[in-house]
């Protein structure tokens, strides 16, 4: 089945200590976002690669940033994770900016 | 600045009956407008959408309507069966905008038996 695949599902890293996070799709999907949940809130999103281009929300601290290698892979990378970067990471990934994305399993993040 | 609020962050409802969830917004230009479901550990899937120019979307036991005056949509669930029992997400889009979707912060719909 096409599906989005986020690896690991739980991350536990110290306090700034560098973590990746990484995502895969085998939908060929254009469009991958990556989503910061925390509890009971509503899914942020941090920034989306349209193929290559990469698009950073204007609020997204330095801290994240993001690699898309090819069409399948997608990695958030963490440079310095602080305890407020505990959350879920959502991979989603849309083809050509349709509207309504598919989801991955999400990360959880626990920093110590 | 939350563009789309979901106001309750619970609902209990007995099996068979309606469960009512609601979403509310404040960015005119969305046009595009989907719920989500969660259960815990996976990640949200799609459950039905509405374009604003319509409505009311109806799929199977899931009906959306929106209310554009009111900045107001609402999903309905009939009849509710334990298995619904998830997050429940609501989320905006407005074309052209590379399809970023705004999310509610979920509203828990647990459906007893």
């Known amino acids: 089945d096409a599906m989005v695949i986020q690896n690991p599902r739980y991350q536990v890293t110290q306090f700034g200590k560098p973590v990746t996070l990484s995502c895969s799709q085998t939908?060929?999907?254009?469009?991958m976002y990556w989503y910061q949940q925390k509890s009971s809130q509503a899914p942020k999103l941090l920034f989306h690669?349209?193929?290559?281009?990469?698009?950073n929300e204007a609020d997204t601290p330095d801290n994240f940033q993001s690699r898309r290698p090819n069409t399948s892979f997608c990695f958030l990378d963490i440079r310095s994770p602080g305890l407020g970067d505990a959350a879920m990471y959502l991979c989603?990934?849309?083809?050509?900016?349709?509207?309504?994305?598919?989801f991955g399993s999400g990360t959880r993040l626990t920093v110590v | 600045d939350q563009q789309v609020k979901q106001n309750s962050p619970s609902l209990s409802v007995q099996e068979g009956r309606i469960s009512i969830l609601n979403c509310d917004y404040t960015?005119?230009?969305?046009?595009?407008f989907l719920w989500y479901k969660k259960y815990p550990a996976e990640g949200p899937t799609f459950l039905i959408s509405?374009?604003?120019?319509?409505d009311k979307n109806e799929d199977g036991r899931f009906t959306v309507f929106l209310n554009k005056s009111a900045k107001h949509l609402s999903l309905h669930i009939v009849p509710s069966q334990p298995g619904d029992s998830a997050v429940y997400f609501c989320a905006a889009s407005r074309t052209g905008n590379t399809g970023k979707l705004i999310f509610g912060q979920g509203t828990t719909l647990q459906v007893k038996p």
């Open positions: 960015n005119s230009m969305f046009d595009y």
């Open positions: 989603a990934t849309s083809s050509d900016r349709g509207l309504g994305y598919t």
């Open positions: 939908l060929n999907h254009n469009v």
């Open positions: 509405i374009s604003s120019i319509k």
């Open positions: 690669y349209y193929d290559k281009d990469f698009n």
